[in-house]
């Protein structure tokens, strides 16, 4: 009988030196960044970028983020501009995602881009993927480590939770510190807003629609529909139906809370971990309370937007 559990190893050399290994072999593993677990194979290997689509169910046509360990090795694989360097210089290592021209040379399979004539690069911060990084001396191709469309995963219990024995290896590093996925830049334009919001940035940028069509994908992160639990999700809620769970926050107290004292940092750590939670609880719904659109609660109702629009 097929064990349906994966391997969970603690982070430790042990654990780097296995997923290495099995990186190596075309397979991929599930690795923690501060931003949200990830799932990880050589994005130079077409077959094991696409045993990352078969195991998350994710469509072809989504791009995804390529993980680096410095800006030299980002500089190997696109054209950066004026803006692009001032934007690494500034938050890399960290949670942050340029669109970049690919270079012609780039040893980047083309699933990996969707076929698009652009790359997604980030720098992690996170000890465990800067030691696969290390490791396996390879880009690495990892979205998030959960079925496609499925809540982001923030600990390794999430990813075993969801993908099961698709992944053979997952890293376990506790929780991810900021909880959601990276803020993804074009130019001068937030893809997908995320840890670091506008105010961060040393230029004036635009926001980019949430409501992108398939046909519209030009980088990770941009279904209209994403990041969604099982049960129906209500937003803007300051009270529980009888048959929801509420996700509480401020002075709206809930079944769970994202921060009592409304702390928008703390409330994007605990946010897909709350929904993990009220989707396991035993209501038919969820409803979530409401969060100030400012600063990083654009990117926590980013999520929650999608994560509602079933």
């Known amino acids: 009988m097929v064990d349906p559990n994966p391997r969970i190893l603690p982070y430790g050399m042990a654990a780097i030196d296995e997923a290495a290994e099995r990186i190596g072999r075309g397979e991929c593993v599930a690795v923690p960044t501060e931003t949200v677990y990830g799932l990880a194979a050589d994005a130079g290997n077409a077959d094991a970028v696409a045993g990352i689509y078969a195991a998350k169910g994710r ?42 021209p690919l270079r012609t040379d780039a040893p980047i399979a083309s699933l990996v881009t969707a076929g698009l004539a652009t790359i997604a690069l980030r720098v992690p911060r996170h000890r465990a993927m800067q030691a696969l990084l290390a490791a396996t001396k390879r880009p690495l191709a990892a979205p998030s480590a959960n079925a496609s469309n499925g809540i982001s995963p923030t600990r390794a219990a999430h990813v075993a939770a969801s993908l099961g024995n698709r992944v053979p290896l997952i890293i376990d590093d506790g929780g991810c510190e900021a909880g959601l996925e990276s803020t993804i830049v074009a130019g ?36 209209a529909t994403h990041y969604a639990p ?81």
Do not use: C, Y
């Open 230 to 310: 099982g049960k129906p999700l209500r937003l803007d809620a300051t009270a529980a139906a009888a048959d929801e769970w509420l996700i509480g926050h401020g002075p709206v107290k809930g079944d769970d809370m994202l921060s009592a004292t409304g702390d928008l940092r703390e409330a994007a750590a605990r946010l897909f971990d709350a929904l993990h939670r009220a989707d396991a609880s035993d209501r038919a719904a969820i409803a979530v309370a409401p969060i100030p659109h400012a600063g990083l609660g654009e990117a926590i109702n980013d999520r929650l937007t999608r994560a509602a629009h079933r």
């Open 188 to 223: 001068r334009t937030i893809l997908r807003p995320g840890p670091i919001v506008a105010s961060d940035l040393p230029f004036a940028v635009q926001a980019h629609s949430i409501d992108s069509t398939d046909a519209a994908i030009t980088a990770p992160g941009q279904l």
């Open 59 to 100: 469509p072809s046509f989504n791009p995804l983020i390529v993980h680096v360990a410095d800006l030299a090795a980002a500089e190997a694989l696109a054209v950066f501009d004026a803006d692009a360097r001032a934007l690494a210089a500034r938050f890399w290592p960290g949670p942050l995602t340029l669109v970049l």
